[in-house]
């Protein structure tokens, strides 16, 4: 028995750089290549291709007791398969094709 999937209704793809959140329609599902256009301050996240808000950028001091956990982790994973990566960065998940167009879900994971 095979899957029926339903594919994500696209609007056609952003050329111009979003430079403001308002200028968003949170009704309409956006692709990954979308986000790679939006140029505002605020931290957003895609999942599904709906706009959620991310909480701020963290502090100085989250940032220096990050970094200070990062370390022995580092050291201990140094020459295995696991990575340890700070945040924040795009972790996208593709459904199937992975080009930009066709990924609707994109993550930062908080840093430690």
């Given amino acids: 028995m ?37 140029l505002f301050p605020e ?3 895609l999942i599904a291709g709906k706009i959620f808000k991310m909480s701020p950028a963290p502090s100085r001091i989250h940032q ?6 990062l370390k022995p982790l580092i050291n201990f994973l140094d020459g295995k398969p696991c990575k340890v990566y700070a945040a924040p960065f795009d972790v996208r998940f593709p459904k199937g094709s992975k080009a930009d167009k066709d990924v609707f879900t994109v993550l930062q994971p908080v840093s430690v």
Avoid: G
Wanted: hydrophobic content about 35%.
């Fill in 2 to 38: 095979s899957k029926k999937t339903v594919p994500y209704p696209v609007l056609d793809e952003i050329d111009e750089p979003v430079r403001q959140f308002n200028e968003l329609d949170a009704s309409l599902t956006y692709s990954y290549a979308s986000y790679l256009n939006w």
């Fill in 43 to 45: 931290r957003v996240e």
């Fill in 64 to 69: 220096t007791v990050s970094i200070n956990l």
